[in-house]
Structure formats: C-alpha cells, structure tokens
C-alpha cells in the first residue's frame, strides 16, 4: 500500500537520528535496517550490538512483525538491557506504518 510506506517514510523521519536505510546507507548510533523485517535479530554486518541483543540472536529470535510491532512500541520490554534509547512509538498506525517503510528495503 502506497499510502502506508509513504506514511512510514514520514514516520521514520523519527529515527534518522540513529538509523539509515537504502543504498548508500552506513551504520550510525544503531545499524542500517535494510533487510530487517523478517531477518533474525542483531545481523546488520559490522554493527557493534549489545550483548542482549546478541544473546537474543542466538535463541533464534526473529523480527517479525509482532516483534518489531512490541520492539517500536517499547523496546526495552523485547530486549531488556538492548541499547535502542528510543521512548517508541505510540501509535500502533506509526508502527504499523514504519514497518511498512522498512520492508520496502528488503
Ligand atoms: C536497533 C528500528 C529509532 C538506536 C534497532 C533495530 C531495529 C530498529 C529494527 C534492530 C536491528 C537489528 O536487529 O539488526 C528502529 C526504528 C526507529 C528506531 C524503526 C524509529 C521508529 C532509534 C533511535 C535510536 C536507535 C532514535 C537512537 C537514539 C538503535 C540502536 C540499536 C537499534 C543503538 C542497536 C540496539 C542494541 O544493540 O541493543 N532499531 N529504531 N533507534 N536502534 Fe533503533
């Protein structure tokens, strides 16, 4: 849906501060987050992650869209003693729309 990746572009206008994603896109305060949706947590080649976030990697976790829909909306309530310092987003139609933004970089 058109509408909700351009929704999502808007959306993640929020997480530039720390993130980019496309081609040219290069690590910053967190990892780029092209290929993201679906991928296993912590696999961005060459980004320094917490050990939680590792350790999550390890027992399998996945970022699908129930868990990056709970990971934008709290964080720290997925990957406790993650280093994301983001308050999260509110609004499930944010959420909903930035993962719509993101998977269009798979
Ligand atoms: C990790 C998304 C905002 C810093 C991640 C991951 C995702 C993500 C999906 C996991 C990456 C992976 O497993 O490869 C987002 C989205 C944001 C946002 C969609 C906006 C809605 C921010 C902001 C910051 C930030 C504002 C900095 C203040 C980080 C860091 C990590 C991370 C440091 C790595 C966490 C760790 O190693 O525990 N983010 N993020 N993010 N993000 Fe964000």
Redesign the pocket.
Known sequence: DPKLVAAGEK??A??????QVGESAKH??????NG??G??????EG????P???KA?EQGMI?DHAT?DA??AS?RSV?E??????Q??RSED??EA??AY?RTFN
């Open positions: 959306v993640f929020e997480c530039k501060a720390c993130h910053r305060v967190g990892p780029v987050l993201v949706v991928r296993q947590v912590g696999q961005a980004f320094n992650y917490s939680a976030i590792r990697a970022w990056l990971y934008l964080p990957i003693k993650g280093r994301m310092s983001f999260g987003l944010d959420r930035v993962i993101l």
